[in-house]
């Protein structure tokens, strides 16, 4: 990546600030191929939408509105998508928006059916290079920040290919003093080479639109030294089978265990996160029936969480096997 590159991915940004509008001619045209209502009283409804991509580029949508239903995915170009809901989603934004996207690996990646055989998931392969795979989520990104509410949040999760070219471009679009976190994801995994320290961790960026945003704090516990009570005044101490700890805000390192292959949770898709790993950024960026959207859906597992807790959600993946393992989970729950 040379700075001839990232000179065109600022004039790109630059562009967009300035040429951002959409078409917005057109009718969007989906027919929804599965739906449900659930909850204590049936008063929240789930829909999939699959659409043709060139079909969603040809029709965009003019509706004023979009059904804020706790499942409404759509099977399309993420772009696409994104463009979509700024169109029609005016009177209520996304509280928070979660990107898992391709990590400029230069792999194929495979999902795994239930018989054992396996689907082609993605590729994440780049006949141009590092410059081409930045102009794709520099696009995506810069649409998703009209989508945010002002309160809201944006997490970006990535790990060390192209992170640290990301971050120079989160903080062209939303500002560099509006990066509220760097969250590092630990993990162990088989596989690690002697020539170097095991690659064990991702990074999740994390993002205001402004400096009013909703941010619920979580708490972690930390033992105390011999983990014994230290009955200092004013200070609640707690006794568990490690040992006596208090409970503190939760720092920006977490370690997670990734969805294991016995896994109950295990959808066989490539890349699937970890319900828990999610279920932190739901809790701390958002409140009961708020709006959270996922533009690199995959298995669904921002979906899982947020019907799990009663949060509203919108999918957006193009690959027919992501819908069809997000189907298979969401009518399993």
């Given amino acids: 990546m040379s700075f001839k590159d990232l000179n065109e991915i600022h004039n790109l940004i630059e562009n967009l600030k300035l040429?951002?509008?959409?078409?917005?001619?057109?009718?969007?045209?989906?027919?929804?191929?599965?739906?449900?209502?659930?909850?204590?009283?049936?008063?929240?409804?789930?829909?999939?939408?699959?659409?043709?991509?060139?079909?969603?580029?040809?029709?965009?949508?003019?509706?004023?509105?979009?059904?804020t239903d706790n499942l409404n995915h759509i099977k399309t170009d993420n772009l696409n998508h994104i463009q979509h809901a700024d169109n029609f989603e005016k009177n209520r934004k996304f509280q928070m928006i979660y990107m898992d996207p391709p990590f400029y690996s230069g792999a194929k990646y495979f999902s795994r059916k239930p018989d054992g055989s396996k689907d082609l998931a993605y590729i994440d392969i780049w006949n141009n290079g590092l410059c081409e795979y930045l102009e794709m989520l520099?696009?995506?990104?810069?649409?998703?920040?009209?989508?945010?509410?002002?309160?809201?949040?944006?997490?970006?999760?990535?790990?060390?290919?192209?992170?640290h070219y990301v971050k120079i471009i989160m903080d062209e679009i939303f500002g560099m003093k509006n990066m509220v976190n760097e969250i590092v994801w630990g993990y162990r995994s088989g596989g690690a080479s002697g020539r170097r320290f095991a690659r064990k961790h991702d990074t999740i960026l994390l993002y205001s639109k402004t400096k009013e945003y909703k941010f619920n704090p979580q708490k972690e516990k930390s033992y105390n030294r011999g983990a014994l009570p230290y009955n200092f005044?004013?200070?609640?101490?707690?006794?568990?089978?490690?040992?006596?700890?208090?409970?503190?805000?939760?720092?920006?390192i977490w370690e997670i265990s990734m969805v294991g292959r016995t896994s109950g949770e295990r959808t066989g898709?490539?890349?699937?996160?970890?319900?828990?790993?999610?279920r932190r950024m739901v809790l701390a960026s958002t409140d009961v029936g708020d709006l959270c959207g996922d533009f690199f859906a995959g298995s669904g597992t921002l979906g899982a969480v947020c019907k799990s807790l009663g949060r509203s959600f919108v999918l957006c993946d193009k690959n027919d096997d992501a819908c069809r393992i997000m189907v298979d989970r969401f009518l399993k729950k």
Avoid at 138 to 163: M, N, P
Avoid at 239 to 245: C, I, L, Q, S, V
Avoid at 269 to 278: F, G, M, N, R
């Fill in 138 to 163: 520099t696009e995506r990104i810069f649409a998703a920040r009209k989508l945010l509410s002002d309160d809201g949040l944006i997490w970006i999760h990535l790990d060390y290919r192209a992170v």
């Fill in 233 to 252: 005044k004013g200070v609640r101490e707690y006794e568990d089978e490690n040992g006596w700890h208090t409970l503190v805000n939760m720092r920006d």
């Fill in 269 to 278: 898709y490539a890349t699937q996160k970890p319900e828990e790993l999610i």
């Fill in 19 to 67: 040429h951002g509008e959409y078409d917005r001619r057109g009718v969007f045209e989906c027919i929804p191929y599965w739906s449900e209502y659930f909850g204590d009283k049936s008063q929240y409804s789930g829909r999939i939408y699959c659409a043709d991509n060139l079909k969603l580029i040809k029709h965009l949508d003019n509706l004023n509105h979009i059904k």
